[in-house]
Every structure is written in C-alpha cells, then in structure tokens.
C-alpha cells in the first residue's frame, strides 16, 4: 500500500511538472523579455525626450540670436539717423557758462553735486528739461522718427563719467530720467564696458543698463571741435519690450504643462511661464534640502561654453498648483544679454509614456503568474484522479497476490471482477512463461 502511495505522488508530481513546466519556461522567457522590451522603451522614450527639450532649446537659442543680430542692425541705422539730425542741428559743443547737477549714479542711487559747462546743440543750449511734455531737441525727433529711446550725455569729469543732459528714456516716475549717470567703474569694481569703448573712440553696440532696465543700445563719443570726447550719444530700445520674441518664447510647450523660461545673472525672472512673475526675484528659492537651486542653475549657466546645454532637476511649484513636484530643466547660457534661458517639464510627465509601459509590464507579468498558479492547481487535481485510477487495479491484484501467496485459498474466483480476472490471469501467464524459460535453461545446462 504504502508503495502503491509513493506511486501515486510519482504520478502526481510528474503529471504536474508535464503540465506547468513549459508553462513556467515560456512564462520566464516572456518576463525576461517583456522586462528588456521595457528597460529598451524606457530608454528611448527617456532619450526622445531629452531630444525634444535640447531641440527647444537650441531653437529658442538661436531665435534669441537672431532677434539681438536684427535689433543691432536696426540700432545701428537708428544711430545714423540721430547722427544725421544732430548734423543738421549744427552739432554738440559746450560753452563757457555752467549749470548745477545734482548728479544720481543708476546704478548706486548716490547723488553728488556738478558745475557742468553748458551743453549746446547748434547755438541753443539743451536745457534741463525732465517733463516728458516739453519738447526735447534731437531726442524727441529720434524717437518720433525710428521709435527707440535717445539719449545725449556729457562727460563729467576725466574718468569718463557720463551725465544724461537731455533724454526720452523715463524714470519710473515718468519724468526723463535726466541728471542720472553711468560711473566708468561699475559696482563690481570692473570697467563699464560702454564708457570704456567710448573713451576709446569706438561706438558701443550691444547690451546695456539703462537707468532700471535693460536695453539693446548703441552709443558712440560726442567730440568738440578740437576732436576732444566731451560726451556720447545713444540710442537703445528695452530687451524686453521685444514683444514678438517674448511672445514666441511664452508659447512654447514642453509636455503636457512644461514650458521656457528665461533669468537673469542675479536670479531675476526676466520671462516667466504666461509673464505672471516677470521681474519676480527668485533666487532665494530652496529644495527640500536648503540648496538655492536658482542660484545653482545660474552659476552652472554662466560657465557652459557657448552653445552647452546644462541640467538641473529641482522641486518646483507654479502660482495656483496645490504642491510642489519634481522638475528636470536644461538649460543655456546667452552671454550676450546675460540670461540664462530654460526649457522644463515635471519629471512624471516626462517620464509618462515610461510609466506606463512599466506598469503595463506589471500587469502582465502578474497575469503571467496567475495563469501559472492555477494551471498548476488545476494540474495537481486532474493528475490525483489519474493517478488513483491508475494505481486502483494494481493495489487490486496486489492485494490478491499477498493472499495467494499466504495459501488463502478462501478467495473463491465469483469475487473478482473481469477486469481483476484478466489482470490476474496476465500475471499469472507471466509467471508461467518465466517458470518456463528458466526450466528450460536448466535442461539445456543438462545436456551439456
């Protein structure tokens, strides 16, 4: 009995193996290549993406460009024109008589006080006009002629300091910004690159601080008639009030809710995601870990090599948004005007068609497993009803083999089956053809 047992389990286990094993080998097989097939999409999916922010951002680079290289020329030619109307005014020179200023640094706020020479166009001098309402010789002409801000200046002293005589360009106040300057030496102690080329004879053109803004501007050395520098005239128009080119970048989309942005050296938005933060102060701005992110990212900015895309991942959260979430940004440093521009999108949107797949991938694989465990349950029952009826007509003529064998010849033949008789009468038929073979082998070894 207890052998007749130990068959069944054979049975069993061997059914069930025949059963789930291929099962499990095609199961493992499928897992192992649904997770290559998954870490091969991930990272195509992850370098497409970086792909499409790094093409952004390139596109935005070189749209930045082009904008500086068409105002610059657009400059340039305003610049004539201011020339050309200054000709014909009869030219810049100062006379003999002075005038008091009250002289304000732009960039400090500190005032200091100035006996000036009084600064003549033709034979009349400039005034000290600061209502925007009072016409202006030559600034106002240039305006209404080109549209961009004008400005004449007048040395101060031998450094080169240069002192607004006559101007457009407002405070913001709204009255001509006037008795302002631009020091030589600019708060970092570096020379002001305007005033330095300047007193070098060579007109200025590129980007420039103008009172409280930033501009695109050309200026070029005022002489006297002994060719001495005795100011410079300027012509400018404010980087952002480019409105085509901040439009252009306000509507780029990265994913689903990413977007471009653009900071400058000090960590001040200068475009942000639909202008709701424009000149918003941001550089205190902290992680989770107390790292000044912003400034980070500036830092980094400022030393790529022109043309090098930076990263920089960092929890963020926009005006409105119930929390912040983690965000990958890549980014550009624009030497020319300063700014660091970047394009970026929330990691999980980044990451989407990844996460997807990934749990696409768990879904199948725990279907896999399912199917696995109740194949192998299904197996262990089917192959148990095999087994016993299998085993049954063995323990049968097992059983009567014990008997026979013990000489109880109680057993009377009406008691087994037909099937048990034919059983029996094959093994005996066994046994007889056995008996046989080996008497025959023994009369063999006789007659030897």
């Given at each position: 009995m207890f052998g007749t047992m130990k068959l069944q389990l054979k049975l069993v286990i061997i059914g069930c193996l025949l059963v789930v094993l291929p099962q499990t080998i095609v199961g493992f097989i499928t897992f192992f290549?649904?997770?290559?097939?998954?870490?091969?999409?991930?990272?195509?999916?992850?370098?497409?993406?970086?792909?499409?922010?790094?093409?952004?951002?390139?596109?935005?680079?070189?749209?930045?460009?082009?904008?500086?290289?068409?105002?610059?020329?657009?400059?340039?030619?305003?610049?004539?024109?201011?020339?050309?109307?200054?000709?014909?005014?009869?030219?810049?020179?100062?006379?003999?008589?002075t005038v008091s200023w009250d002289a304000i640094n732009q960039f400090s706020l500190a005032t200091s006080r100035h006996e000036l020479p009084r600064m003549k166009?033709?034979?009349?001098?400039?005034?000290?006009?600061?209502?925007?309402?009072?016409?202006v010789p030559v600034v106002d002409r240039v305006q209404e002629t080109v549209s961009v801000t004008c400005t004449i200046f007048q040395r101060m002293n031998v450094s080169g300091d240069m002192l607004r005589v006559a101007t457009n360009v407002t405070k913001k106040d709204g009255t001509r910004a006037i008795g302002t300057f631009i020091p030589s030496v600019n708060p970092d102690g570096k020379p002001n690159p305007v005033i330095a080329s300047v007193m070098k004879g060579e007109t200025f053109t590129g980007r420039a601080y103008v009172v409280n803004?930033?501009?695109?501007?050309?200026?070029?050395?005022?002489?006297d008639a002994g060719n001495k520098i005795i100011g410079m005239l300027?012509?400018?128009?404010?980087?952002?009030?480019?409105?085509?080119?901040?439009?252009?970048?306000?509507?780029?989309?990265?994913?689903?809710?990413?977007?471009?942005?653009?900071?400058?050296?000090?960590?001040?938005?200068?475009?942000?995601?639909?202008?709701?933060?424009?000149?918003?102060?941001?550089?205190?701005?902290?992680?989770?870990?107390?790292?000044?992110?912003?400034?980070?990212?500036?830092?980094?900015?400022?030393?790529?090599?022109?043309?090098?895309?930076?990263?920089?991942?960092?929890?963020?959260?926009?005006?409105?948004?119930?929390?912040a979430r983690m965000k990958v940004s890549r980014f550009i440093y624009y030497a020319p005007w300063d700014w660091t521009i970047g394009v970026g999108t929330y990691t999980d949107e980044f990451m989407d068609t990844a996460i997807r797949l990934e749990a696409s991938a768990k879904e199948s694989s725990i279907t896999l497993f399912s199917v696995l465990i109740v194949s192998l349950a299904a197996a262990v029952l089917i192959w148990m009803v095999v087994a016993k009826r299998i085993t049954q007509p063995i323990i049968k003529l097992t059983d009567a083999a014990e008997k026979m064998s013990m000489g109880d010849l109680s057993m009377k033949i009406d008691t087994l089956s037909m099937d048990e008789i034919g059983t029996l009468a094959k093994a005996i038929k066994r046994m007889q053809n056995s008996l046989k073979m080996a008497m025959d082998r023994v009369q063999k070894q006789k007659q030897a």
């Open positions: 290549q649904n997770k290559s097939t998954l870490k091969a999409t991930v990272e195509e999916t992850t370098r497409l993406a970086y792909a499409d922010l790094d093409y952004k951002l390139k596109a935005l680079y070189i749209l930045i460009a082009s904008h500086q290289e068409v105002i610059e020329k657009n400059i340039k030619s305003a610049l004539n024109v201011a020339r050309e109307i200054v000709s014909h005014g009869g030219g810049f020179s100062t006379d003999e008589r166009l033709g034979n009349s001098w400039l005034g000290q006009v600061s209502d925007p309402n009072t016409p803004n930033w501009y695109i501007a050309s200026y070029e050395p005022i002489r300027y012509v400018g128009i404010p980087i952002e009030s480019v409105k085509s080119l901040r439009q252009s970048i306000m509507e780029i989309q990265v994913g689903k809710t990413g977007y471009a942005w653009v900071l400058d050296s000090k960590g001040y938005y200068v475009i942000s995601k639909d202008g709701k933060r424009d000149g918003e102060d941001i550089s205190a701005a902290k992680d989770d870990d107390g790292n000044l992110f912003v400034m980070e990212m500036v830092n980094k900015a400022k030393v790529l090599k022109p043309g090098e895309i930076g990263e920089q991942k960092y929890p963020w959260k926009n005006i409105g948004e119930p929390k």
